[in-house]
């Protein structure tokens, strides 16, 4: 009777300690935190987005995602956490070696209790954005007026030379703008730039000779797959993006402040941008 006495308080003690343990191993330090975003585009298959929130001004890496599906949810470090201020979402490259947020930051706002919401105010104040632009072929290697103004499209005001009117603002680091027509087969980028009163970073489908000082395009050689050269710019789509730099995609970031349709009168005519704010990317983080 002892002994059957001995063996059931032993039992009961290997029980409790198992009980404990198990209990111990279960403790979790880490808290959720989830994205729900809005707007956002897939990359480049070598750029990933990141997550970071920032903690006695240091940023601590949340996860990175590809996927634009939301909401999605990371385990972070929960004094990490609840410590937090501000969530910040970067672009990155998908092998990075750099510890540190990349200058190409998308979405930042400020934790309100549990929550943030977030905006693209890191990268710009685009409430007021405006600009025209105009029909010409100033790249036509002739160098002669051959009736055929219709077949380009650059930005600004027409005349000699044609002037910037672009109210836009003046990009942080890790940005820049991209001009586009949309071709019957998609998008046609006109090139990048970061300033109004200059040649944008490439002619991909002008002529020979040089264009004015404003970024454009005339669509003359090297067509695409799937579009007719010189093309009729009249009755399309004109856009203006923001692009984060370094980009590996072929296709407009999600960012695209400005949309005009040009109409059928070529230069001295302007046609209008109009605001396209609700392209812009927003949403909230939630932690817990």
């Known amino acids: 009777m002892i002994k059957k006495t001995v063996l059931?308080?032993?039992?009961?003690?290997?029980?409790?300690?198992?009980?404990?343990?198990?209990?111990?191993?279960?403790?979790?330090?880490?808290?959720d935190l989830t994205l729900n975003l809005n707007g956002l585009e897939a990359l480049g298959a070598n750029y990933v987005y990141e997550g970071w929130v920032i903690v006695n001004g240091a940023p601590v890496s949340t996860g990175t995602f590809s996927s634009v599906t939301?909401?999605?949810?990371?385990?972070?470090?929960?004094?990490?956490?609840?410590?937090?201020?501000?969530?910040?979402?970067?672009?990155?490259?998908?092998?990075?070696?750099?510890p540190a947020p990349a200058a190409t930051k998308v979405l930042v706002g400020d934790f309100n209790g549990a929550s943030a919401s977030v905006d693209t105010g890191i990268v710009g104040d685009f409430s007021n954005a405006s600009g025209e632009f105009f029909l010409r072929t100033p790249t036509d290697e002739s160098g002669m007026n051959n009736g055929n103004d219709e077949n380009g499209v650059w930005f600004g005001t027409p005349g000699m030379p044609p002037a910037p009117n672009f109210v836009l603002p003046t990009l942080p680091d890790g940005w820049a703008y991209e001009g586009w027509v949309v071709g019957d087969s998609g998008p046609l980028s006109t090139g990048t730039f970061t300033a109004f009163n200059t040649v944008d970073g490439a002619a991909p489908f002008s002529g020979a000779a040089s264009g004015p000082p404003v970024p454009g395009e005339d669509f003359f050689e090297n067509e695409p797959t799937g579009e007719t050269f010189p093309l009729d710019v009249r009755g399309r789509t004109v856009v203006i993006s923001v692009e984060p730099v370094p980009d590996d995609s072929a296709a407009p970031f999600a960012m695209k402040p400005l949309v005009g349709i040009a109409g059928n009168d070529t230069a001295p005519a302007t046609h209008a941008f109009g605001r396209n704010l609700a392209s812009l990317p927003t949403g909230s983080v939630t932690r817990n």
């Open 70 to 98: 939301f909401p999605q949810t990371f385990e972070v470090d929960a004094a990490q956490l609840n410590a937090a201020t501000r969530f910040v979402l970067s672009i990155e490259p998908a092998v990075d070696t750099d």
């Open 8 to 31: 059931g308080l032993l039992a009961i003690g290997l029980f409790a300690v198992s009980c404990s343990s198990d209990d111990d191993n279960n403790t979790s330090n880490t808290a």
